[in-house]
């Protein structure tokens, strides 16, 4: 698919910023509680889904049946951005479906196009998501403060970057091993790229509002039974501390904390293929074969 992705006609920053995340799930309520009782989400009272609120959007995670797809909500500027992005991602190969009203609904945006990259992770590329006239309020205090990222399997690499950069115009901020980091906005990334031989989410990220939130998330979910995979730790490219953690049916989730953003003459660093580069206080990391990658 290489050769087909050209830079051409590609439109000038098209994305605005990270969404919502959707997963797909067998037992939706163990999950529910999960996201509410461990994680620390706002349960929105909403009867058409079961959704939950980490800032003032009306939700950043839907929790699907297991029949439809997870996926990832990017906000796109505009209606003429998002037709220039449908047209580039048809010129290039890629199979892009604008959502039925439904299926918008279910999304609770205006408008979507709905892709997939070259891994087959699906993307949603979104108009006007729905922001909420109420305070957020958490179900218990965590300190979270909003969505902070998304780490993606990848099983085709050098396509997936031209497809995020390339035609939806997100930046590549650096590269730890073959990990790439994404920008849409002024953090260092909301996206991560991680070679693997399958596609899927491979974590979510909730920004907490200190180190000692990160700590006091690391022994809640001890004291819970809960697996700790990664961390506590620091991400030397990005500056964030991190705790992963297991949760239900094979999803990680996690909390992060300082993510710096990136200054707009930075370049992209390479950062060595070893372990130090995705944890500088060299935190072991746990049944996560991507992560145990860079160490190859």
Known sequence: MTDRISAEGTPHDPLIGLCYVRLAVREPQPAAAFAADILGLQPVPDQRALLFRSDDRYHTLSLVPATASSSVGIEVSGQAALDRVEQALQ????????????????????????????????????????????????????????????????????????????????????????????RLDRKHHRLALYPSDRPGILYVSYGVESLDAIMQGHYFVQERQIKVLHGPGREPASGQIFLRFEGPEGYVFSYTHGLKDVEPDHHPRQFSAHPSSLCEWGSPCQDIPELLLASD
């Not at 609770?108 to 309020?137: C, K, M, T, W």
């Open 91 to 182: 010129k290039s190969g890629f199979t892009a479906r604008r959502a039925g009203p439904d299926e918008c609904k279910q999304r609770f945006v205006h408008d979507a196009l709905i892709v997939r990259d070259a891994s087959g992770n699906e993307i949603d590329l979104v108009l006007r998501p729905a922001q909420s006239g109420r305070r957020y309020f958490p179900s218990r205090d965590a300190g979270i403060t909003g969505l902070q990222g998304v780490g993606l399997r990848s099983r085709a690499l050098k396509d997936d970057q031209q497809f995020w950069s390339s035609i939806l115009g997100a930046r590549i901020s650096d590269w730890a091993g073959g990990v790439t980091y994404l």
